[in-house]
T-cell receptor, first 113, second 115 residues
Framework: TQLLEQSPQFLSIQEGENLTVYCNSS?????LQWYRQEPGEGPVLLVT?????EVKKLKRLTFQFGDARKDSSLHITAAQTGDTGLYLC?????????????FGRGTQLTVWP | AAGVIQSPRHLIKEKRETATLKCYPI?????VYWYQQGPGQDPQFLIS???????DKGSIPDRFSAQQFSDYHSELNMSSLELGDSALYFC??????????????FGPGTRLTVT
């Protein structure tokens, strides 16, 4: 069973549209990270959220951590073709020894010109 | 900025052979993690080391072993390789824990192909 459920699995949109990716769990996380991964490469860290209700912005990307620290979302405004890629959420649970990460299955985003 | 270094980037082995993957963490990072990512799968945690001691163990087969050395680099040793071991193997490192943040920075990975 997957500790983190990520949705949607695939997302195909036109340039300029907005989108939201969701990451949900029944478990509480001490921190949650969002990564972007290109084929055959390692995940690149985008952001870390640690406080319930926290919102972080990275240019056109907005990340939110749920109040109960069980869920998170990634919102992209005015998507660009350069946003195309695999987005992964990953969380460290309470009591996890030195931060083993549990990953969602990822959202493959394709932005068309 | 310095990143996590992994070597080799690509490795082809035959069944029942052994393989050694190396990881050099970001300078001053004290924790190293190993993950395995199969085709179309999310990364799965294998094992981690903090200050040269094993700190956590995940779904790592008994045929695999790992260690962290005095210079903080880590090696993942894989024996009696099976076809199912073909995957991307990532190493990640994290700095000394600050609060509850467990930021992990991933290397480019080693693609292991077992034939």
């Amino acid at each position: 069973t997957q500790l983190l459920e990520q949705s949607p699995q695939f997302l195909s949109i036109q340039e300029g549209e907005n989108l939201t990716v969701y990451c949900n769990s029944s478990s509480v996380f001490s921190s949650l990270q969002w990564y972007r991964q290109e084929p055959g490469e390692g995940p690149v860290l985008l952001v870390t959220v640690v406080t319930g209700g926290e919102v972080k912005k990275l240019k056109r990307l907005t990340f939110q951590f749920g109040d109960a620290r069980k869920d998170s979302s990634l919102h992209i405004t005015a998507a660009q073709t350069g946003d195309t890629g695999l987005y992964l959420c990953a969380g460290a649970t309470r009591g996890s020894t030195l931060g083993r990460l549990y990953f969602g299955r990822g959202t493959q985003l394709t932005v068309w010109p | 900025a310095a990143g996590v270094i992994q070597s080799p980037r690509h490795l082809i082995k035959e069944k029942r052979e052994t393989a050694t993957l190396k990881c050099y963490p970001i300078p001053r990072h004290d924790t190293v993690y190993w993950y395995q990512q199969g085709p179309g799968q999310d990364p799965q945690f294998l094992i981690s080391f903090y200050e040269k001691m094993q700190s956590d163990k995940g779904s790592i087969p008994d045929r695999f072993s790992a260690q962290q050395f005095s210079d903080y680099h880590s090696e993942l040793n894989m024996s009696s390789l099976e076809l199912g071991d073909s995957a991307l193997y990532f190493c990640a490192s994290s700095p000394p824990v600050s609060g509850v943040s467990y930021e992990q920075y991933f290397g480019p990975g080693t693609r292991l192909t077992v034939t």
